[in-house]
T-cell receptor
């Protein structure tokens, strides 16, 4: 079993839709949770960072962590074509190494 | 802004060649990482380094080596390139305790 599971998609939504991206994990020691966005043929860039459980909002993006269920989510409101990318979840225990999901490819159709 | 620079965006090499991929970061980060990224497999850690001249094997070190002679620079070496090393290679760096990694733009390597 992988430490981090992420549905690879692909996911296609119309412009303006609410998008929900999710990851599950098995290691209860994870306490730092991140979402990266990767455009085609580019490196991943940090989108959201959360420590421990709870929600964090940044503009149209909301990151949610439920440690009791070992489940994290990224919500994108009013999705735009420019949101079309692969989204990677990542998490760590605080010991320098990150564990990544395989990524979900999202396409927002104008 | 953190900047992680990879020396090449695209490389084409022949089987058996020795290949050097260079990565430089400008934030005085202690930690540097090399990953490869393949469709359906996600990011896989090849090697990482916590300090100058220190290196640790990741999940898939076979066929690779690394060098970290200066804090800002971390090199990945393919001693004898093979076709199954055709991939996207990503360098990252991190510092402090929050484990956020900052990535370069990637090097797309084709081995023919």
């Amino acid at each position: 079993q992988k430490e981090v599971e992420q549905d690879p998609g692909p996911l296609s939504v119309p412009e303006g839709a609410i998008v929900s991206l999710n990851c599950t994990y098995s290691n209860s020691a994870f306490q730092y949770f991140m979402w990266y966005r990767q455009y085609s043929r580019k490196g991943p860039e940090l989108l959201m960072y959360t420590y421990s459980s709870g929600n964090k909002e940044d503009g149209r993006f909301t990151a949610q962590v439920d440690k009791s269920s070992k489940y994290i989510s990224l919500f994108i409101r009013d999705s735009q074509p420019s949101d079309s990318a692969t989204y990677l979840c990542a998490m760590s225990e605080g010991a320098n190494n990150l564990f990544f999901g395989t990524g979900t490819r999202l396409t927002v159709i104008p | 802004d953190v900047k992680v620079t990879q020396s090449s965006r695209y490389l084409v090499k022949r089987t058996g060649e020795k290949v050097f991929l260079e990565c430089v970061q400008d934030m005085d980060h202690e930690n540097m990482f090399w990953y490869r990224q393949d469709p359906g497999l996600g990011l896989r850690l090849i090697y990482f380094s916590y300090d100058v001249k220190m290196k640790e094997k990741g999940d898939i070190p076979e066929g690779y080596s690394v060098s970290r002679e200066k804090k800002e620079r971390f090199s990945l070496i393919l001693e004898s390139a093979s076709t199954n090393q055709t991939s996207m290679y990503l360098c990252a760096s991190s510092g402090g305790t929050r484990d956020i990694q900052y990535f370069g733009a990637g090097t797309r390597l084709s081995v023919l």
